[in-house]
DNA sequence: CATTTTTCCGATAACGTTATCATAGACAGA
DNA sequence: TCTGTCTATGATAACGTTATCGGAAAAATG
């Protein structure tokens, strides 16, 4: 059929109009004549002609394209986020541009001057730690941008969207102790994410407000991945006392530690109690079903895309920090402690 | 600092140079003086001058992007996918551009439009049944396109990307017979998808192959989901000589067939055997893991995504319809029928 | 030294759109 | 009828690049 794309240039000619007029139709602008109009619509199906997003893109001076920059496609913890990103996206006219920094310095680098150069209308970022330079590099080139659940500390006048790590750690806590717990233990993630920090504050607010003694040795830092839950666990079984109860720092932390207390022979919950933190599908899928922390993700990234659509519509926003409540999800994974007789 | 971003025009000013010099030092083009080569390069640098890529777009023809366009952003299938396809991206200059269709038709023209308008440089598409008039506006556009997995027919010309089904639903069946089981029940997706056939014929040969009856009712179709899982486990529980193994159409089903079986007081694998079919890393977590057909999902991304940048270099493919292999991973989640005597 | 080739660089014209401004005609009010 | 608004349209100039071509030095060749 037509082999070369159509440009507007041949709509004008066959509709007999100029080219102005026929990107007017496009924009629908209201000063066309009504039977002008209808031509040059129907000319325009008959074309199957399709406007170019670049020419458009180069004229005004928007592409249509916000950047979501994420660390990792290894988790479900960042799909969560992605599919709110993509909820809200889905809705308008913009597209999305996936990236990933995998946190090497290498790509440091690359994945910010592919959004420059990208001519993103905005950025969402989904950053572990530091990074604040990039930050003032994309506002000096004058890119909207919106922070989710930055892992360290951020300036003020920064947007950013997070979840109340403090509150959710001590939630948990709470619950665990409410069962009768009385040596809980904390699996966290790196001492210098501010989410870590964050959660521990809470965990020994909790314990301090029971009147319990805080025992270093029950927590424990890692990453958030299976290993860690493992690994630590296992450490943690090795204590000459023992905790009777561990929160996890992420849900995948929690099967790490399912996998570990099943090969020490110890059921959950009957044995020991197990909290995780984020809430991600999998959660439901184990048995016994896990107990953990709600972190909203999905809305998060909705949060944070909605945030961003008002600050590239030039728009104030309401609050530069925004932190989404955590909530904790009583599933089957904690008991009461097993009888001290044992 | 510099409010505007700053244009090729600048630097050309500032180097004491004319415009198209400063593009061919963009471009590496070895028609440049070292001493100006050096000289311009220098200016880019300290004015942090970054190219525009809408410009560089309009003018070359190309954008820079390629659209990756999934069902839904609901199941790890999918994200498996998305690695894949990132991997081999993020080692080229091209962004990946997400967006879904959701199945449903008011969307199913929305994303073409998109894909289409945004001037992409190709297509990766993982599409649910049909849509095969869509391919064919995609060609009529000029746009380089790869269907993963798709789950309908598919003409001979089309590239695309799957995995071998049949082997796949063979290899799992023979498994359990090789195990002893003589009543081994299926759970597919949707008969009408391409995929679903496959292994229920692959399901049948091995039953066949072995000089076992074929029985109707221990064929069930449904959805990948989880749902469908637990239904039809319950509803084969329920039937007069229940199955004593059952092969899902996905490691999301065979989630539900756990759940099933636990709620019927069955376990796994002592009572009944369990095969999933995926390989998604929740197999690996729940307990019992599950022994599962691998489907090498990153890697079909990884293959795609391959194929669709030979396809826009312009250089021939060496096969349109590519089947990577399946196989069988073994874990905890199968065993030998329980004893005749129960 | 004359001639050819090579190397480097600049003028200019695209790419396909939208913004700005100007203008022709229609229509109302005096 | 004249003047002044309003409406619909067209000419033209951008947006920031790259491709094409031509030409002036510089280098190689006779």
Redesign the interface.
């Known amino acids: ?3 070369r ?1 159509s440009t507007i240039a041949e709509i004008a000619a066959r509709a007999g109009v100029s080219i102005p007029t026929v990107s007017r139709v496009l924009n629908n602008r209201p000063d066309v004549a009504p039977a002008t109009r209808e031509r040059v619509e129907r000319v325009i199906r008959e074309a ?1 002609y ?6 458009n ?2 004229r005004r001076g928007s ?3 916000i950047d979501l920059v994420v660390p990792d ?2 988790s ?1 913890y960042y ?1 969560e986020i ?2 709110g990103v ?1 909820e809200v996206l ?1 809705r308008t ?1 913009l ?6 920094t ?1 946190d090497e310095s290498r ?1 440091e680098r690359q994945w910010l ?2 959004v ?4 993103t209308d905005g950025a969402i970022l989904v950053l572990a730690q530091g990074q604040s330079e990039r930050l003032d590099e994309l506002r ?3 890119i909207p941008f919106v922070v989710v659940d930055h892992r360290g500390e951020l300036g003020p006048d920064v947007p950013s969207v997070g979840a109340t790590n403090w509150a959710g750690g001590r939630a948990a806590t709470e619950y665990l102790l409410s069962l009768g717990h009385r040596r809980i233990a904390i699996i966290a993630g790196w001492p210098n994410l501010r989410c870590s920090q964050d959660r521990i504050a809470g965990y020994r607010a909790a314990l301090e407000e029971a009147g319990l003694p805080i025992d270093p040795e029950l927590i424990r830092p890692g990453e958030f991945r ?1 290993q860690t839950g493992y690994d630590q666990t296992c450490a943690l079984l090795a204590l000459p006392q023992p905790p009777t109860a561990i929160f996890a720092g992420s849900d995948l932390q929690a ?1 790490g530690v ?2 570990a207390l ?1 090969a020490h022979g110890l059921r959950v919950p009957d044995d020991i109690s197990v909290v995780g933190f984020d809430d991600v599908p ?1 959660a439901t ?3 016994p079903t896990l107990t953990t922390i709600r972190q909203p993700l999905a809305e998060m990234g909705r949060m944070a895309t909605t945030m961003l659509l008002r600050l590239i519509a030039g728009e104030p926003l309401d609050s530069m920090r925004i932190e989404l409540a955590t909530s904790l999800v009583v599933r089957e994974s904690c008991a009461p402690p097993p009888s001290p007789d044992r």
């Open positions: 059929m037509n082999r794309r199957g399709v406007r170019s997003r670049v020419a893109a180069l592409s249509g394209i496609l290894d479900p799909f992605i599919r993509e889905e006219e597209r999305m541009a996936l990236s990933t995998h790509r001057r592919q420059i150069e990208g001519a000096r080139h004058r299976q099967m399912y996998a099943r999998i899928m184990v048995s």
